[in-house]
């Protein structure tokens, strides 16, 4: 019978290969390794920053930590690596959890909706 932390690691790939998607992380400075995870709980807000007007959204990302499970992983995912899905390009904001089979991460994506016209403030538009 398999241990405990090999049965959780063979759920998680399990539950990734079911309900995942395939992306493409990118350690900071590291290569790229394709690998499938789920992204979950995403939100967007507008923020206000000096340069105009983003969109900003926030999402939890759910990947392993073993690179040669069958879903592929990242060992030790870090805050500033990069996470490229579908075709939108997100930013690791910080670890939220890891466990040693998993890790789950809170990613960020910003796009800019309006530019600041120098010397003018753009306040957002409240709904």
Sequence with gaps: MADIPTMIADDVVRFLQDFGAAMMYTPD???AVSLTGLKYGESATDEEQTDGVHKVQRASLLITRD?????????D???GDTVVIGEDTWTVEETVKTW???A????VRTTRRRVAAEGHHQ?????
Excluded at 123 to 127: V, Y
């Design 100 to 102: 040693d089979a998993a």
């Design 29 to 31: 400075g590291g290569e």
């Design 67 to 75: 690179a040669d499970s069958d879903v592929g992983g990242v060992a």
């Design 104 to 107: 789950v991460l809170s990613i």
């Design 77 to 79: 995912p870090d805050t």
């Design 123 to 127: 306040p957002i538009a409240r709904r």
